[in-house]
Structure formats: structure tokens, C-alpha cells
């Protein structure tokens, strides 16, 4: 009950390494994630290793997550883990070990794009809600931010 996890598929008519390019580049990360407003970057290259700090703002509250590129291999595969959440700028516990994952395959002008995401639910509100946060919270927004991926690709 701890650990909530989302796999997604989209196709993409591009091209892997331009649906790559997008997909590499934090600073354009507003364009297709409409759920983050701002992203700040220090790297001049995205490498694992390399941090990004992801911001969002809803009605009531700024969410702020540090993310730690973990995997990160050219046209294939981009993955990081948070290691800093925020809300309003107080440390947010109720959900730890959060992980995003994008894998690339496909051949010629056609990608297929698998995002997988999880996280763990740490505290007891965290797991009661958590199955309804993924489903009307999480998941339109990570379909929506495939469907930007494919509209800026195609």
C-alpha cells in the first residue's frame, strides 16, 4: 500500500532524436509539463548526476522538487529521482522516493514514449489518498504533458 506506481504510453510521429532534444532540455520543460511554471538549472549539460529544480504553483501553494538525474542515456532513456520536496518552503513529507522515467524506442520517423512514475507514501493521510491523487491528480497530468510532448514533436 506504500508504493503508488504509473505507466504510461504515447506515440510520437518524430523522429527519437527529435523527440529527445525536447525531452533533454529542463529549460523547455514548461512548454510540455504544464504542470511546472519554472525550472531552475545551474548545469550547462543534463547528465546524470546533474540536479534540476522543478517549481510548480497551484491556487494555495508553490511545490518545489529537486531532482537528481539518474539515468540518462542519448535518444533511449532519461530518468531522475527527487531528492528535495518543498511545499511553500517546508520540507513535504507525507511521500518520499519519488522517481520519473522516460524510455525511447522506435525507428524512423515514428517514437514510442514510456513514462513511468512512482513514489512512496509515507505517512497515513499520504497512503489513504494516495490512490485517488494518482488517479485524478497525477495521471490527467502526465497524459496531458505526453500529448504537449507530441504536439511540440510532430
Not at 52 to 71: A, D, F, M, Y
Not at 77 to 100: C, N, Y
Not at 110 to 127: I, N, P, S, Y
Request: charged share 30%; net charge neutral; with cysteine.
Amino acid at each position: 500500500m506504500g508504493r503508488h506506481e504509473i505507466e504510461l504510453d504515447a506515440t510520437i510521429k518524430a523522429p527519437r532524436e527529435k523527440v529527445w532534444a525536447i525531452l533533454s532540455d529542463p529549460k523547455g520543460y514548461p512548454k510540455w509539463m504544464l504542470h511546472v511554471h519554472e525550472v531552475q538549472f545551474k548545469s550547462k549539460a543534463l547528465k546524470a548526476g546533474s540536479r534540476v529544480r522543478l517549481i510548480s504553483r497551484t491556487t494555495n501553494h508553490e511545490l518545489s522538487s529537486e531532482v537528481e538525474i539518474t539515468e540518462f542515456v542519448p535518444n533511449e532513456k532519461l530518468a531522475w529521482r527527487s531528492v528535495e520536496d518543498l511545499m511553500d518552503g517546508q520540507p513535504f513529507e507525507h511521500v518520499s522516493d519519488i522517481e520519473t522515467e522516460f524510455v525511447l524506442s522506435g525507428t524512423g520517423k515514428k517514437t514510442d514514449v514510456r513514462l513511468f512514475g512512482g513514489f512512496e507514501a509515507r505517512t497515513l493521510r499520504a497512503k489513504l489518498g494516495a490512490g485517488l491523487l494518482l488517479r485524478t491528480r497525477i495521471q490527467p497530468e502526465l497524459e496531458k504533458a505526453l500529448e504537449e510532448l507530441r504536439r511540440l514533436c510532430e
